[in-house]
């Protein structure tokens, strides 16, 4: 119906995952675990049916990214 596009919860989970690695410097392990809950979050969004997987992608491009500029914004001093 268009209502469910991006996915704000996988949106929300992964601009925080993001923010949390890079705040805390973590190591690959660390930040893999991580992203896998994350992922697990965008995936039981499918499994209850209130996204599609196109919804749940978008959702961890646009919180990824949004992690990222929000990282470099802060260590810009901005």
Excluded: E, N
């Excluded at 919860?9 to 601009?15: A, G, K, S, V």
């Excluded at 893999?32 to 499918?46: D, K, Q």
């Excluded at 196109?54 to 500029?69: E, F, H, K, Q, T």
């Amino acid at each position: 119906k268009g209502d469910s596009f991006p996915s704000g919860h996988t949106t929300q989970i992964f601009f925080l995952m993001t923010l949390f690695i890079h705040s805390f410097q973590l190591g690959f392990v660390a930040a893999a675990a991580l992203y896998a809950v994350a992922a697990l979050v965008g995936l039981t969004r499918i499994y209850v049916g209130a996204h599609y997987p196109r919804d749940v992608i978008a959702g961890m491009v646009l919180g990824s990214v949004w992690g990222i500029l929000a990282t470099l914004l802060d260590s810009a001093g901005l």
